[in-house]
């Protein structure tokens, strides 16, 4: 399996492919268990917070694409890791295209102000509720159908981890893993329904439609059967996703009992499905940083669970921004934050995320204080990081900085 990631601006958007390892390094064709995901999109325009003589920022580099209809194929999900809006841009996502079954995935603030803009139909809109290891359904867990009716299903999870008492909303994470379908990874307990049962945004407001996706979302009663794939029917009674406030209607799925089929393993099947089973990819994206005991729920609770560690990917900015106390003080942890993780997780690979240096106006920036790091000097900081603990591992992280348009691809 792989995981092409492509920046499609020189801050922090960015383009998630995620393929199973059968999929050819080069292909025009979305193959099955392919999952596409979109994050932060800022591709036109200004942004503002509050009013333009508050702050006013504007790109310094020309974007890959101009708008989301410029894409070649639109992502399955848009995630929006914050109501900034240098994350959640108002012209970007408005370019989404009417008859696009794209689903957006926001966390509670961002999604309040999408929700005021009163753009998209309701069903095209998620929240992602904060991360908590002993709230029940935090994780939104997408399926990937099987290929055939003897292998078993890949899954996609998305959560959204958060710092307590965070009055700025900066300094959170959202936590990306991927499994293709005919991994024989032992499944976690949790019913999950088809995608398809959510109905997928209206074309028009009069008209609400169900179709087939090859991705499935949970739910607590399982799923009615719906039709083939990308064809219309008639609309199945819609089981609950997410309320506006952001709770799950779904069970815990990272502690409940799997349902009796999953219990009932041959014992040849479960020892073959140990000695072949593929580990996940695993992402943590998080722009603005954030401290590792805020992260180490998720760690301990999710991740070593699905034995998705060590961090495929670490996405933090390399920079550091600093503001005074009374606007919000620490604006993105930088390297030394960046250092702390990467180190804590043993990531594979730190991608810059949000450093751009941008054209900034108005009464808010005249206090800011950065300070930018080179690619070497973040380089030496996590050698000495490993090394004054006296534990070097084989390959240690591989620190990378992304042009725009430019991709990279990372096997599993």
């Keep these: 399996m792989s995981l092409t ?7 922090t958007t960015f383009l998630f492919a995620f393929a199973p390892s059968f999929a050819p390094k080069s292909t025009k064709r979305k ?7 979109l994050l932060d999109p800022w591709l036109a325009g200004q942004s503002s917070i509050l009013h333009p003589v508050f702050q006013l920022a504007s790109h310094t580099s020309t974007c890959a694409i101009r708008s989301l209809a410029d894409l070649k194929e639109l992502p399955d999900i848009i995630i929006i890791s914050q109501d900034k809006p240098d994350h959640c841009h108002r012209e970007t996502l408005c370019s989404l295209p009417k008859n696009a079954r794209t689903r957006i995935l926001a966390t509670p603030a961002a999604a309040k102000t999408i929700r005021s803009w009163k753009h998209f139909h309701p069903d095209t809109l998620h929240v992602m509720a904060p ?15 099987p290929y055939t009716s003897s292998s078993s299903a890949g899954e996609i999870t998305i959560a959204n981890i958060v710092t307590k008492y965070d009055l700025t909303g900066l300094h959170n994470a959202i936590g990306i893993t991927y499994r293709p379908p005919g991994s024989l990874l032992s499944a976690v307990g949790g019913d999950t329904i088809s995608l398809s049962e959510l109905s997928r945004p209206a074309t028009s407001p009069g008209s609400i439609h169900k179709v087939r996706s090859a991705v499935r979302l949970p739910n607590t009663e399982s799923a009615p059967t719906t039709p083939p794939a990308r064809q219309r029917a008639v609309s199945a009674p819609r089981p609950n996703f997410l309320d506006p406030l952001g709770r799950s209607e779904t069970i815990n799925t990272e ?17 073959l499905t140990r000695r072949h089973k593929e580990k996940p990819l695993s992402l943590l994206y998080t722009p603005h940083g954030l401290s590792l005991p805020a992260l180490q729920p998720y760690l301990s609770h999710h991740l070593q669970r699905i034995r998705a560690l060590p961090l495929t990917a670490l996405f933090h900015c390399l920079h550091s921004e600093q503001n005074p106390l009374f606007l919000g003080g620490l604006v993105a942890r930088g390297a030394p934050g960046g250092v702390e993780i990467a180190a804590g997780v043993e990531a594979r690979y730190w991608i810059g995320a949000h ?24 380089r030496g900081m996590l050698w000495e990081r490993e090394s004054g603990r006296g534990v070097r591992r084989r390959e240690g992280t591989e620190v990378r900085v992304l042009g725009v348009g430019e991709r990279m691809r990372i096997d599993g």
Excluded: M
């Design 5 to 11: 990631v492509e920046k499609l601006n020189d801050d």
């Design 31 to 37: 193959l099955p268990g392919a999952f596409t995901i």
């Design 131 to 145: 991360y908590y290891p002993d709230t029940p359904g935090v994780v939104t867990r997408i399926r990937l159908e």
């Design 255 to 271: 502690t409940a009992t799997p349902p009796p089929e999953l219990r009932r393993v041959d014992s040849k099947a479960e020892t």
């Design 355 to 378: 450093d751009e240096a941008k054209a900034l106006s108005g009464l808010a920036t005249r206090w800011i204080r950065s300070r930018r790091y080179s690619r070497e000097e973040v």
